[in-house]
C-alpha cells in the first residue's frame, strides 16, 4: 500500500558523526521543533556517515543519542527510512528501537494529492560502472552476513579504509578531469527514466549527489521532474558554505526549506 500524507519533511546526507556535533545538534533540533509540523518524514538515507552493524550501537552513546531522537520524533509523527550507501546496514534492531517503517529502494508515496518516487540516488549513479559493481556485491545477503560477523573493531577499519579510499579517488579525479569526476559521480538521465518507468512515476526526489535542485527533464518521449535533496554540514564552513534543509511538500507544493535559518 502506497503511503499517503497531506504534508512532509524530506532529508538525507546528514552524515551524523561525532566528530560533526553542530550537524547533529541542528538534527537533534529538527527532530524536537520541524518535524513534528508535518504528518511524515522521510530520510532517503545516509543518516549516519557509516553503519557497521545494529550492534555498534550498544557502544556508542553518540548512536544512542540520535537512536533516542528519532524513537521520540516516531511517537509525533510517521517517520520513513531508505538504506544510503553509507548506512545500508541499518537493521531490524535499529529500527524497532526508533520506531521508524523501512522502505525499500525506489519507494512510491502520495503527498498532498500527487504521487513521487522516491530513492537514495546512488543507482541512479550508472555511468559510475566501479562503484555499481561494488553496490552489486555488497547488498548481497551473504556478504552481509559475513560482515556482520567480524569483530566489531574489524568491521569499522574496513569501514574507515573504504571512506578514506573513496575520498582520495574523488579527489585524484576531480584534480585531473574535474568534469568528467563530476558526470561520473552524478546520476544519468537515463536510469532517471528507467525507474521512472518502472514506477509509473514523473516526479522523482533523491539524495546522494549533494546537489540539491530542481530539474526539469525529458528522454525521448518520457518528461519528469527530480528534486535533490541537500547534504548537511555545519562544522566546515572554510570548506564550503554551511548547508541543512529539507524538502517540504504539502497543499502549497514542493519547496526547499532551509534550516539553518530556521
Known amino acids: 500500500m502506497i503511503p499517503q500524507y497531506a504534508s512532509a519533511l524530506l532529508i538525507s546526507d546528514l552524515h551524523l558523526t561525532p566528530s560533526m556535533p553542530l550537524t547533529a545538534q541542528r538534527f537533534f533540533d529538527f527532530c524536537e521543533k520541524d518535524a513534528p509540523k508535518v504528518d511524515a518524514v522521510f530520510i532517503l538515507g545516509d543518516l549516519f556517515e557509516y ?21 521520540t520524533l516516531s511517537t509525533k509523527v510517521k517517520t520513513y527510512y531508505l538504506h544510503g550507501n553509507r548506512d545500508f546496514l541499518i537493521g531490524t534492531h535499529f529500527l524497532s528501537r526508533t520506531g521508524m517503517t523501512l522502505m525499500p529502494d ?31 556485491w555488497v ?29 582520495v ?14 558526470a561520473k559521480t552524478d546520476v544519468t538521465v537515463a536510469a532517471c527514466a528507467a525507474v521512472l518507468r518502472e514506477q509509473a512515476g514523473d516526479q522523482l526526489i533523491h539524495g ?7 530539474h526539469q527533464e525529458r528522454l525521448q518521449d518520457q518528461e519528469w521532474q527530480r528534486w535533490v535533496l ?33
Not at 519507494?107 to 553496490?135: E, M, N, P
Not at 547488498?139 to 575520498?167: D, E, T, V, Y
Not at 511538500?249 to 519547496?255: A, L, Y
Open 208 to 214: 546522494h549527489t549533494h546537489l540539491p535542485a530542481h
Open 230 to 262: 541537500s547534504d548537511w554540514d555545519l562544522d566546515h564552513p572554510e570548506a564550503v558554505r554551511p548547508r541543512a534543509s529539507a524538502l517540504m511538500i504539502d497543499q502549497n507544493g514542493v519547496r526547499y526549506t532551509d534550516l539553518i535559518k530556521a
Open 106 to 136: 525506489p519507494s512510491k508515496i502520495t503527498l498532498a494529492g500527487s504521487d513521487y518516487v522516491l530513492c537514495h540516488g546512488d543507482s541512479l549513479c550508472t555511468a559510475d560502472i566501479g562503484y555499481q559493481v561494488f553496490r552489486s
Open 51 to 71: 553503519w557497521v552493524g545494529d550492534d555498534a550501537a550498544l557502544h556508542s552513546p553518540f548512536q544512542q543519542e540520535v537512536q533516542r531522537a528519532l524513537a
Open 139 to 167: 547488498r548481497k545477503p551473504w556478504i552481509q552476513k559475513l560482515f556482520l560477523r567480524m569483530p566489531l573493531q574489524w568491521r569499522r577499519s574496513i569501514a574507515n579504509h573504504l571512506r578514506s579510499n573513496s575520498g
Open 169 to 182: 579517488k574523488y579527489q585524484r579525479s576531480i584534480k585531473s578531469t574535474p568534469q568528467g569526476a563530476h
